[in-house]
């Protein structure tokens, strides 16, 4: 099956620092990727609709300037947590959509964000 | 708007037993994919079974099958002969033509031995 993968799965940084994450289609192209939020004990929350080659949507409510998305290739893309402050600490996890294959989602493992 | 609603927070059954958990959700579109989801305490998202609305047959797969009302606009799951490794949070999504997911709250479920 396809498969998604995420780096770093997790990562601690101090307030004020910028954090990337990489979500990667490893066998598969994805024109689409989306990026959600979940906080513990909750579902996930889209944050952000990623096509390569433009610009990222966001959801109502999410500071685009806060999380940059950059969609680059068929196959990576970006989230920077800019300027990172506590209250961003939660479980980020995206998802490609498979161009060829049927009409569904494909998840990574997901990735733990502590700001201290 | 599209809404995706999962009523029951925490189901329970015992190994071997048959356990059904609901989903209802609401649409003004014709064209939409339904899933379930599953993600267990390592919180990767597995998917576990996909509907077409436009087709009327339930969905099977192995042990999980679906019951699609249309009509209804309910989507329940049905786990039968549960095992130990079906624990976990259960998530059920909608999807129409802008390819974004709508997720349910989730449903826990707790597999007795």
């Known amino acids: 099956g396809a498969v998604v993968s995420q780096h770093p799965s997790r990562v601690i940084c101090k307030s004020g620092t910028s954090v990337k994450i990489e979500c990667r289609s490893l066998?598969?192209?994805?024109?689409?990727m989306f990026w959600y939020r979940q906080f513990p004990k909750q579902s996930l929350m889209l944050m952000a609709t990623s096509n390569e080659g433009s610009k990222a949507t966001y959801e109502q409510g999410v500071e685009k300037d806060k999380f940059l998305i950059n969609h680059a290739s068929l196959t990576l893309s970006t989230l920077t947590v800019t300027s990172a402050h506590p209250e961003d600490s939660s479980f980020y996890i995206c998802?490609?959509?498979?161009?060829?294959?049927?009409?569904?989602?494909?998840f990574g493992p997901g990735t733990r964000l502590l700001v201290l | 708007a599209q809404t995706v609603t999962q009523s029951q927070p925490e189901m329970s059954v015992q190994e071997a037993e048959t356990v059904t958990l609901s989903c209802t959700y609401d649409t003004s579109e014709s064209d939409y994919y339904l899933f379930w989801y599953k993600q267990p305490p390592s919180r990767q998202m597995i998917l576990v079974i996909r509907?077409?609305?436009?087709?009327?047959q339930n969905a099977t797969e192995n042990r999980f099958s679906v019951n699609f009302q249309k009509a209804a606009k309910s989507f329940s799951l049905k786990i039968s002969d549960s095992q130990l490794g079906d624990a976990a949070m259960y998530f059920c999504?909608?999807?129409?033509?802008?390819?974004?997911?709508?997720f349910g709250t989730g449903t826990r479920l707790k597999v007795l031995a």
């Open positions: 509907q077409e609305a436009y087709k009327q």
């Open positions: 066998d598969f192209q994805a024109t689409t």
């Open positions: 999504a909608y999807r129409a033509g802008t390819y974004k997911y709508i």
């Open positions: 998802s490609a959509r498979d161009i060829e294959g049927w009409e569904t989602q494909y």
